[in-house]
């Protein structure tokens, strides 16, 4: 049974360069949530969707960042232009429905760690 | 508003010593009470959860009551092993399926 599932593991790019990173949640679940998660700043929530619509961005660190949820199974997270302050482990994580009896459980993909030269 | 306070680590244990990581929250209502754990390089795990006052989860060994009185979930573990090392993060959930995550704390389990 695949878990939340991303892409890619590990990206080194240069300051000014565009970064997309790319997240499948598991299926069935209708709430996906990307976080930064950084030493200095800890676990952020930058952004979460529930139903393919995002519900509250105000996470999400400045116009620089967007993200798109076109479909159940499929989101993105997008930085352009990086900067090398966005260097961090980006996660992605979903859930069930919250009304279920186990949609107060949020799983975790393994996570994106980006460079910013 | 939502919040939670974990304690400040980095904590160094032997291994087979009693483990317990402080947690509280503020939270208006009735939110439910989780522990994640992250191993190095990987993402977060549940751990542990309940979901209602007086509730204990437990798994692996550890242990968290939900005291609504003291607005308190703190993990506990009796023997901790080297495998335990890891970073702890408290959580609460609210209304939606927005979390709110303590900061972490760090645990090092030396043989």
């Known amino acids: 049974d695949a878990g939340v599932i991303q892409s890619p593991r590990h990206e080194v790019t240069e300051m000014g360069q565009e970064v997309t990173l790319r997240c499948k949640p598991i299926?069935?679940?209708?709430?996906l949530f990307w976080y930064r998660q950084t030493m200095m700043r800890g676990l952020e929530l930058l952004i979460y969707?529930?139903?393919?619509?995002?519900?509250?961005d105000s996470g999400m660190p400045e116009d620089r960042f967007s993200a798109k949820m076109p479909n159940a199974s499929f989101s993105t997270l997008k930085i352009q232009p990086s900067e090398p302050r966005d260097s961090a482990v980006y996660f992605c994580?979903?859930?069930?429905?919250?009304?279920?009896?186990?949609?107060?459980?949020?799983?975790f993909g393994p996570g994106t760690r980006l460079t910013v030269l | 508003g939502n919040s939670v306070t974990q304690m400040e680590g980095p904590v160094t244990l032997s291994e087979e010593a009693f483990l317990t990581i402080n947690c509280t929250y503020t939270a208006t209502g009735y939110p439910s009470l989780f522990w994640y754990v992250q191993y190095p390089g990987e993402g977060l795990q549940l751990l542990l959860k309940a979901t209602k006052a007086d509730d204990k989860g437990s798994n692996k060994g550890f242990e968290a009551t939900y005291r609504k009185e003291t607005t308190s979930f703190h993990l506990e573990k009796g023997s901790v092993q080297v495998s335990d090392s890891a970073v702890y993060f408290c959580a609460l959930r609210r209304t939606g399926n927005q979390f709110y995550f303590g900061t972490g704390t760090s645990l090092t389990v030396i043989p």
């Open positions: 994580a979903s859930s069930l429905p919250s009304g279920s009896s186990l949609g107060d459980t949020q799983y």
């Open positions: 969707f529930n139903n393919n619509v995002p519900i509250d």
């Open positions: 299926s069935g679940h209708n709430s």
